[in-house]
């Protein structure tokens, strides 16, 4: 652990402080495939669990933007109108975007790639709460991802977010 602490210059109290939040999820938004059990996607829940604490201690170091307000949404809206309200929501044109996980952290979002060597979980995402601070994380699992893989599967997960 000292080995780590140094290795990645983070404060020890990190490590060895007490437990001092208070975490809600909205639940989890698993994509991944039909034989996958709750107790293979464990690992990949508390991994995100880790990677939102490890964000919202650094809320003390670092300003990072709030991710934007959600487009109220009503069964009237057409699929293209809830896409144009997103875009913008999130200050986009109609063009492509070229690198939609650059966009995400720019607007706030945690995003993060993991390899738990998790056959059957490919991506997920969920809001969570900790400290009165709102965090909406995206992860993907796994190494193997293309480029355009690896859009399609954050694309996806912002569809769970809208």
């Known amino acids: 652990l000292f080995h780590i602490i140094s290795n990645l210059n983070f404060p020890r109290e ?3 402080g007490e437990d001092t939040f208070d975490m809600e999820t909205e639940g989890t938004f698993f994509r991944s495939r039909l034989t996958s059990t709750q ?13 939102v604490l490890i964000r919202d201690f650094l809320e003390d170091y670092i300003d ?15 699929i293209e109108e809830l896409a144009y309200r997103v875009r913008q929501e999130l200050g986009l044109s109609d063009k492509p975007v070229n690198n939609i996980l650059r966009l995400l952290e720019e607007q706030g979002f945690v995003v993060s790639l993991i390899s738990n060597k998790m056959d059957k979980v490919d991506a997920f995402s969920s ?21 355009y893989r690896q859009q399609f599967s954050i694309a996806h997960e912002l569809g769970h977010w809208v």
């Open 14 to 16: 990190f490590f060895f």
């Open 64 to 78: 990072f933007p709030k991710v934007p307000k959600k487009p109220m949404i009503n069964n009237n809206h057409s």
């Open 39 to 51: 107790k293979e996607k464990k690992p990949s829940e508390f991994t995100k669990n880790m990677t």
């Open 127 to 147: 809001q969570t709460k900790i400290n009165g601070n709102i965090y909406y994380t995206v992860v993907l699992e796994g190494e193997e991802y293309s480029y």
